[in-house]
């Protein structure tokens, strides 16, 4: 069975920080590249950042220079560092990986990130 619990989530003021964590189960982890997505309110699911099983990242155009995705592979989790927050990263956060075994998407339930003006 294969399992994404995110946390990290919360309310900061504009300006601070907040570091998001997705422990994955029921895959091999280290062989699969895997992402951040966030969904706001009214809005369509967007990539934020992603990383390769080789440690590539990538990093949608609104958060490169404050986020940081980065994977511990001994630990099976990846994270996202997210400095400088801004009332538009309000969103839910949802881990994402697309097993390349079974080809199929696998989502977490998602964490709330509120960044008050």
């Known amino acids: 069975q294969v399992q994404l619990v995110e946390s990290g989530g919360g309310l900061v003021q504009a300006g601070g920080s907040l570091r998001l964590s997705c422990v994955v189960s029921?895959?091999?982890?280290?062989?699969?590249?895997l992402g951040w997505y966030r969904q706001a309110p009214g809005k369509q699911r967007e990539l934020v950042a992603d990383i390769t099983s080789g440690g590539s990242t990538n990093y949608a155009d609104s958060v490169k220079g404050r986020f940081t995705i980065s994977r511990d592979n001994a630990k099976n989790t990846i994270y996202l560092q997210m400095n400088s927050l801004e009332p538009e990263d309000t969103a839910v956060y949802y881990c994402h990986v697309g097993d390349i075994l079974r080809r199929m998407n696998y989502w977490g339930k998602g964490t709330l990130v509120t960044v008050s003006s």
């Open positions: 029921g895959i091999i982890f280290r062989i699969n590249d």
